[in-house]
């Protein structure tokens, strides 16, 4: 069976799009990493807001964006309040674990054959700390005016949504092109929320597993290695070796022996591997319909032309490339190869039961002139 020379053309041009899309994301990444994440937040709004509305049908529509807006600055304020409660008592019971962290260096050096060993003192001058101390502030020099600017996309976002059906109108007049678009965008925004679904419940079970082993092992902050854990859980896979690595290590200094480390260890470890790989599964390729070897490969891509931003989006960015991927014929094979089934354009609801079964849409294909002056 020989390739059409069409084929393997369009294929070729999919192939450098793809590449000259990354090296454009990658060069204005100070562009579009806060525009990104408002549109990631202004997503996270709209499905509260249809939530709200669904549980309290008698508030009137009008309020219902302001309430959800609302809830979501609650929500964000309670996680400021908590991480700086916490982590500022966390911080003050480092200076009592000295000691421990003395005895531990001098084990491990005993262990590995050094006759003096380092305390931390000395660790510390040795790590000169005031050379990092300017780059740590233009991090948050950086950080804190891409929040601002994430702010105002999210601002003008939300303010423009009222005329996007017009947009969409104009941008496609034909009914049939615009229904197309209007189901591409459905389906984006219900992968987007069915993510955060999917990694709001698990990261809630891998918290709530973990405050209650690290309670039963009287670990310190429990609450705030919880929440931290919790929060990781957004990242995948980085997320669950901070969530799995970082209590036992300070469990470390604060008991006496190593076995509460070890068992909070094994404890920890057996949380994440029972859900990630037996509950999260299961849900992301019921709701997200991607393969998961993708979500890897899309973590490690997405890092390394966003950083940090790319790797906490790097499954909802993934999924709106699959579905517009798939919408153009041309490209439809690397929608194909980013599913986890083969069915790029299936529909969440396909999979529930009591619904028939339907065929997945498939994009139209527009005549071309060979084939008009043929019928012709």
């Known amino acids: 069976m020989t390739v059409q020379p069409s084929a393997v053309s369009r294929n070729a041009l999919v192939i450098l799009a793809v590449i000259a899309c990354g090296a454009v994301l990658y060069l204005l990444h100070g562009i579009f990493t806060p525009l990104a994440l408002a549109v990631f937040l202004a ?13 309290a049908p008698v508030l009137p529509v009008a309020s219902v964006l302001p309430v959800a807006i609302l809830v979501s600055v609650g929500l964000f304020g ?37 006759q003096v060993p380092p305390t931390v003192g000395q660790l510390f001058l040795e790590l000169n700390p005031k050379q990092y101390l300017g780059e740590l502030a233009r991090g948050l020099q950086g950080f804190a005016s891409d929040a601002i600017f994430v702010l105002i996309y999210l601002g ?20 049939g092109e615009r229904r197309e678009a209007t189901e591409a965008f459905l389906r984006i925004r219900n992968g987007v929320e069915q993510y955060l679904w999917v990694q709001t419940v698990t990261g809630l079970m891998i918290a709530v597993g973990s405050w209650i ?7 310190q902050n429990a609450v705030f290695w919880a ?28 008991f006496p022996t190593i ?23 299961r849900m992301q390729s019921d709701s997200l319909n991607i393969d998961p070897v993708v979500v890897l490969l899309s973590l490690a891509f997405w890092g390394a032309i966003w950083g940090p931003v790319g790797m906490f989006l ?44 339907r065929t997945p849409a498939t994009p139209r294909r527009r005549p071309s002139a060979r084939s008009s002056k043929r019928e012709s």
Not at 45 to 50: N, Y
Not at 163 to 173: I, W, Y
Not at 324 to 340: H, Y
């Open 227 to 254: 929440f931290l854990i919790f929060i990781a859980s957004y990242i995948p896979i980085v997320g669950g070796v901070v969530g799995v690595a970082a209590p036992p290590l300070f469990a470390l200094v604060e």
């Open 213 to 219: 082993a690290m309670q039963v092992l009287g670990l």
């Open 43 to 55: 997503v996270m709004i709209d499905g509260l807001a249809r939530g709200i509305r669904r549980v």
């Open 314 to 357: 790097s499954t909802p960015l993934t999924v709106m490339a699959m579905v517009v991927l798939a919408q153009f014929e041309g490209a439809r094979w690397v929608a194909v190869l980013l599913s986890a089934d083969g069915q790029p354009l299936k529909s969440s609801d396909d999979d529930r039961p009591g619904q028939p079964a």
């Open 78 to 114: 309670v996680a400021a309040f908590i991480i700086a409660d916490n982590a500022t008592a966390f911080f003050s019971q480092l200076v009592d674990y000295t000691p421990r962290l003395n005895a531990l260096i001098a084990q491990a050096a005993a262990l590995a054959g050094v």
């Open 156 to 175: 003008f976002i939300l303010a423009s949504r009222r005329g996007f059906e017009r947009k969409v109108m104009g941008l496609f007049p034909d009914r």
């Open 259 to 281: 076995w509460p480390a070890v068992i909070l260890l094994a404890v920890l470890q057996t949380i994440q591997f029972v859900v990630g790989n037996v509950i999260q599964p």
